[in-house]
């Protein structure tokens, strides 16, 4: 399970103490951890609880962290709140300037279009973040635009081109 002072932490942040900003942020930025400690209904608790803290006085960058952490660990579930969720992280990300955060939710938003099938969205929203990707970034920044494009192949029935994304992807990470 995650370590105890993370919990501790997420606790404090959250008895009316007037964190929400502290909550927010940590909700957002240790999804993976619940995800990783098998704990991922609980993690998805305290991500709709911060959610539910979002205010006008809120960072744009925590929101869209949080979005995007909670429409990521939603997965496979790709229903119209997820999506939506997804498509204001991304929104609140284009206006922030961040190109590599805004090309992570984009790659993420167009798995969970795929996985729901809506393939052309997810054929858009995967086309962005390939326009916007830097060949500076480390290499394994692509994994998730490859997994993207993969399952849009997949769902196309278009398997041999799916194959070649898989060979790209399985590059990435050499044994």
């Given at each position: 399970p995650p370590p105890a002072h993370v919990c501790a932490a997420c606790g404090w942040a959250t008895n009316g103490r007037g964190?929400?900003?502290l909550h927010?942020?940590?909700?957002?930025?240790?999804?993976?951890?619940?995800?990783d400690a098998g704990l991922r209904f609980e993690g998805l608790r305290r991500m709709?609880?911060?959610m539910a803290m979002v205010g006008l006085?809120?960072?744009?960058?925590?929101?869209?962290?949080?979005?995007?952490?909670?429409?990521?660990m939603?997965?496979?579930?790709?229903?119209?709140?997820?999506?939506?969720?997804?498509a204001r992280g991304v929104e609140i990300l284009r206006t922030l300037g961040d190109t590599r955060?805004?090309?992570?939710?984009?790659?993420?938003?167009?798995?969970?279009?795929?996985?729901?099938?809506q393939l052309d969205e997810a054929e858009i929203a995967l086309q962005e973040a390939e326009r916007i990707y830097e060949t500076s970034w480390p290499p394994r920044l692509r994994a998730p635009?490859?997994?993207?494009?993969?399952r849009v192949l997949d769902r196309r029935a278009r398997f041999e081109e799916g194959a070649a994304v898989n060979e790209e992807l399985r590059a990435l990470f050499p044994r």
């Open positions: 964190y929400a900003d927010i942020a940590l909700a957002g930025a240790i999804a993976w951890l619940w995800f709709e609880l911060a006085s809120t960072a744009p960058r925590l929101e869209a962290r949080l979005l995007g952490s909670w429409s990521r939603t997965f496979p579930e790709t229903g119209p709140q997820v999506l939506a969720a997804a955060a805004l090309f992570a939710a984009l790659c993420h938003q167009g798995i969970s279009l795929a996985h729901g099938h635009l490859l997994i993207g494009h993969g």
